[in-house]
């Protein structure tokens, strides 16, 4: 019994003294570092050995030797609570070289996660060309520097808490959930053309929008005729730099995108050409640019009196109609009158022996001096009212008949054909 009490005081005792002794080397610290203490504790936000006045966590007794001794050395210190960011990727550049108190108070700061500096100044320090450019992502503004960046380690390039497109889906709408990506994104993600941190142009775009789209797409130029909008760098007028469901990341159909910028046909027109109808206006236009006038794919002479007839010369017709619609016999077109080919005498010119007897075609005319390419209010795409600079020069007026037609037209007298039968006011 005797023993046992012995054996109780003991371990009463050692405990007391243990005890006494730990608080005495915290109150030991006060004595000295009191007004450094204080000061500290005034601080935002403390590390939580110093807010519980755990001194001995880091720090050995010196007692009067008055040196400053730490219980492990440089980062090897905070790995004893802290996880090794080692093992998360590759170390961020500064903790290799210079350890965690380049940018962490190890007692407390004013900051959020005991940062020297606030955010938006602490990267700056070492990173401060990113924001050379007068236009600023939002993010990298705001001092939202890890909103993008792993501050320690990445098993990604640049410290990035995850790949682009990825990360930039973040805070931006997925490109992928619009349709077909652009090829470049799926190639080489979003920083091909932007700037993640500061650009000199809109949109964060590494280069002005005229000259970037050039740098995949220079070809889009090659021609004596280019579109104002691609000469102007306006591609996006037409295309989505990301994503779309039309074809060649187009922002709507053709028809109705030129229609946007182009009153063609005009709002006057009933009959539409079959080329709008039935196909697209790329049909006969280059949409970017080309070596003929209005950009057209073929040659489309508009010359009101050309001299002579080839078959060249309206080769974006003869595209789709035959060219003996013109050249062949009547019987080829329903523009005769009996045997008489009325497209072969109004394109070609009448055949006529001058005064000397020699058989010569008179003057020939264009298509484009009867028909709209793009459509009229009437049938066969005819010219309703023709002018040129807003000058107005002469109407057509067409009647369809049982068997042909009647033309009052302000060139010549009235006149009408028959398909079976000749007519007489038709010559």
Aim: with cysteine.
């Amino acid at each position: 019994m005797k023993i046992h009490k012995v054996c109780f005081l003991l371990i009463l005792g050692l405990s007391i003294f243990l005890f006494s002794t730990g608080v005495t080397a915290q109150s030991d610290c006060a004595e000295c570092h009191g007004e450094w203490l204080e000061t500290t504790r005034s601080q935002k936000v403390l590390h939580l050995p110093v807010d519980e006045d755990d001194c001995s966590s880091c720090h050995d007794n010196h007692g009067d030797d008055e040196k400053l001794v730490l219980v492990e050395e440089g980062s090897a210190l905070c790995l004893q609570c802290h996880d090794d960011p080692a093992e998360q990727g590759k170390l961020h550049t500064v903790i290799e070289e210079d350890g965690c108190l380049v940018c962490h108070d190890p007692h407390s700061s004013l900051n959020k996660k005991l940062l020297v500096e606030s955010p938006e100044n602490l990267c700056m320090q070492c990173h401060d060309d990113v924001m050379s450019g007068e236009v600023l992502h939002e993010a990298a503004a705001s001092g939202g520097c890890t909103d993008c960046h792993s501050p320690h380690a990445s098993e990604h390039r640049n410290l990035l808490v995850q790949e682009p497109p990825a990360l930039c889906a973040d805070c931006h709408d997925d490109p992928g959930e619009q349709g077909k990506l652009h090829t470049i994104i799926e190639d080489d993600g979003c920083m091909a053309c932007h700037n993640p941190h500061s650009a000199g142009n809109r949109a964060l775009l590494e280069t002005p929008p005229e000259e970037l789209c050039q740098e995949c797409h220079d070809d889009m130029t090659a021609g004596s005729f280019v579109h104002e909008a691609v000469s102007e760098g306006s591609c996006t007028d037409c295309h989505s730099p990301h994503a779309s469901n039309v074809r060649a990341l187009l922002l709507d159909e053709v028809s109705t995108l030129c229609q946007e910028c182009h009153d063609v046909p005009d709002e006057t027109a009933t009959m539409l050409h079959t080329a709008i109808t039935a196909g697209e206006c790329t049909d006969c236009h280059q949409p970017h640019a080309g070596g003929l006038p209005k950009l057209l794919v073929e040659n489309y002479n508009t010359e009101r009196y050309p001299k002579g007839f080839e078959e060249e010369m309206y080769s974006l017709c003869f595209e789709c109609h035959e060219s003996s619609l013109v050249t062949g016999p009547a019987e080829g077109t329903e523009f005769r009158d009996g045997s008489k080919n009325l497209h072969d005498l109004h394109v070609q010119g009448a055949v006529k022996p001058n005064k000397y007897g020699i058989v010569k075609r008179s003057k020939s005319r264009s298509c484009s001096v009867c028909h709209d390419p793009h459509g009229s209010s009437q049938s066969h795409n005819l010219i309703k009212t023709y002018s040129r600079k807003n000058i107005r020069f002469f109407t057509m007026a067409f009647q369809a008949l049982e068997d042909g037609g009647k033309c009052e037209v302000g060139c010549h007298k009235p006149k009408s054909y028959r398909r079976t039968t000749s007519s007489a006011s038709s010559e």
